[in-house]
């Protein structure tokens, strides 16, 4: 087996603060040749005391350094499990970087901006397709704040109609933003139960006429498609309430279902997971929402429309939900998902989620066994193994350590919360069998440590520049400020 | 593990010791377990009136966020003060010094209905 990781030397790094020598600066000015003037008192501030004083090149190597602690995409395999870290193809870089694109101000009149406009109408236009609702808005700044807007255009929809619902359904295999969503949006969660997949009868059981609306997760977060989706959504709608679905696993179904079609009313995408777009601190992250023809009128505005001749911002809607962002949303994130989808086609949309499927699966197939499988039905694009057979007292978190050491970016772990121990594989369709088989191999070697050497396991990473924190006096004891001399 | 014999329990893997109307609640050492080093917990004020299977509160601990429900219908009367700055007694103590909320009781006989250590011990024994 050929280890990815290794040990080699890496640069310590002090904070700006410390590096900071008073009067040292990372510019000159000519010689002053007019005459001084004072500027008014009103207008300066107070000297700001131990701001730190650098050189350009102090900064420069002060950032450079810090990426070298770093672990993204770029550097290694990143199987975290409900946030598709697939590869950023570099000619969305390219396209972000097209003068015209990246330097058009928010506020250029249209009949000037006809470039951007178009390309976020076609956006939207694409997803809408991708996804089968009526549809969509991209104004949100991320998954969060698009399941709020999707929340939001639901709640306004019930108060239209003079409803006062006041219930959420979530499952157990959903998202854990999806909970933190309908309490922000004012409503009451009732969890419910899932086998594995989410039953019409578990669904029937608390639909009643105060619930309004369901939030699914499809596949949901143990990589499992919701085959009785149609027939649940059938019965919400029956029953007065809206089925709003978590597009955050959409790379696995792109050009083969689509929510619209399965009777879902509202998505938000993760422009930032499926469409290959930066994600975490790489970010900033895009959730635009489809919504079906009937909840158009109250999705966040302006979007854009095309009169067959011009693109042009819309008017204000009397029964939007109003802005979820200042200007457009995240524009040069759009112009990369863009950018990504075109280069893919439709066919290579379809590929890459057949690939992720297909990828996942490799890795079930070969890790089955040797890891805890719970659930055993067909998964799609990711799958979730449990820390139970683990011999040496070994748990899911030394499994976590221990990939640090082989130069792997740990899956998800602990969640979804229906698993004891779960650790949520999702390689996503960019990656090549040798690297699934590198990873898998790492695995099994792990479960070997184990049952052999579990001392290395507890004390895993040992590779690392930093060796494992304690997580449990960081989370009780927060130190969140640096103070001189402390 | 220990589950007293005198206290009731939940299938939300909590733990009800009732004295007259006044019932303390908890949660159990094998939800402790399971959640592992606990850092927060969040707990209504006193005053707040429960139902049945409401999230009264929240526990985080270094693996999950888990909602706490009310195991019986009643007005909470005192809360554990200590558990803001020392979540880990729960941890150490779960059934003593890690106790969460005392509730007084709408109907004191529903908590007849709630599982004994017996049967709690054989729901954790299904479930692990």
């Known amino acids: ?486 | 593990m220990e589950f007293p014999e005198e206290f009731k329990y939940t299938e939300e893997h909590e733990w009800i010791m009732v004295e007259k109307d006044l019932a303390t609640i908890g949660i159990t050492d094998f939800a402790q377990d399971a959640l592992g080093d606990v850092v927060f917990v969040e707990l209504p004020e006193v005053g707040t009136v429960l139902e049945v299977g409401k999230p009264f509160g929240v526990v985080e601990s270094v693996k999950a966020v888990s909602d706490i429900y009310a195991p019986i219908a009643g007005t909470v009367e005192e809360i554990n003060e200590d558990l803001v700055e020392t979540p880990e007694i729960i941890n150490t103590s779960p059934y003593e010094d890690g106790w969460m909320i005392k509730i007084r009781m709408t109907d004191a006989s529903a908590a007849d209905a709630l599982m004994s250590s017996e049967d709690y011990q054989a729901l954790i024994a299904e479930e692990s």
């Open chain 1, 1 to 486: 087996m050929t280890i990815v990781g290794t040990s080699g030397l890496i640069l310590n790094e002090k904070l700006l603060f410390e590096h900071s020598d008073p009067g040292r600066k990372g510019y000159s000015l000519p010689k002053l040749d007019v005459p001084a003037a004072e500027l008014p008192a009103e207008l300066c501030r107070e000297e700001i005391s131990g701001f730190p004083e650098l050189s350009e090149v102090d900064v420069v190597r002060h950032f450079t350094r810090l990426s070298t602690w770093n672990y993204g995409v770029d550097s290694g395999f990143y199987p975290l499990g409900s946030c598709t870290m697939k590869y950023n193809p570099k000619v969305n870089e390219v396209a972000a970087r097209i003068p015209g694109l990246a330097f058009i101000h928010p506020s250029t009149p249209s009949h000037l901006a006809q470039g951007s406009l178009e390309l976020m109408y076609r956006l939207q236009v694409a997803l809408a397709e991708i996804s089968g609702f009526a549809k969509v808005t991209l104004q949100p700044a991320a998954g969060a704040q698009g399941e709020l807007a999707g929340m939001l255009v639901i709640r306004a929809w019930h108060e239209a109609r003079g409803s006062k619902r006041t219930k959420v359904l979530i499952p157990d295999t959903a998202h854990g933003t999806n909970p933190a969503t309908a309490s922000l949006t004012g409503y009451d969660v009732v969890p419910i139960a899932s086998d594995g997949i989410l039953t019409l009868e578990e669904v029937e059981a608390h639909m009643n006429d105060d619930v309004a609306a369901l939030m699914v997760t499809n596949p949901n977060t143990l990589g499992l498609f919701e085959t009785n989706i149609e027939a649940i959504c059938k019965l919400v709608h029956e029953r007065g309430g809206m089925v709003y679905c978590d597009g955050a696993n959409l790379n696995a179904l792109m050009g083969i279902a689509r929510p619209g079609d399965m009777g879902i009313d509202v998505m938000h995408f993760n422009l930032h997971k499926t469409f290959s777009t930066p994600h975490g601190g790489g970010g900033p992250g895009s959730g635009p929402v489809g919504v079906t023809e009937e909840l158009t009128p109250y999705l966040p505005g302006p979007g854009v429309e095309y009169d067959g001749e011009n693109y042009c911002i819309e008017a204000t809607r009397a029964d939007s939900i109003g802005r979820m962002m200042a200007f457009h949303g995240n524009v040069g994130i759009m112009v990369r998902a863009y950018a990504y989808i075109r280069s893919m086609g439709g066919d290579g949309l379809k590929h890459a989620s057949e690939m992720a499927v297909l990828n996942a699966n490799y890795v079930r197939a070969r890790l089955e066994g040797v890891y805890d499988l719970p659930f055993t039905s067909r998964s799609l694009h990711e799958v979730v193994f449990s820390d139970k057979d683990l011999e040496g007292d070994c748990h899911t978190l030394d499994v976590a350590k221990r990939l640090i050491d082989y130069g792997y970016h740990p899956p998800t772990i602990y969640f979804p919360l229906v698993v004891k121990g779960a650790i949520m594989i999702e390689p996503t369709e960019t990656e090549s069998q040798e690297v699934l088989d590198e990873f898998c191999d790492a695995m099994i070697a792990i479960a070997g440590e184990a049952r052999d050497n579990p001392a290395l396991l507890h004390q895993a990473p040992v590779r690392s520049r930093i060796r494992r924190l304690d997580e449990t006096t960081a989370a009780r004891k927060p130190k969140l400020k640096w103070e001189k001399g402390a």
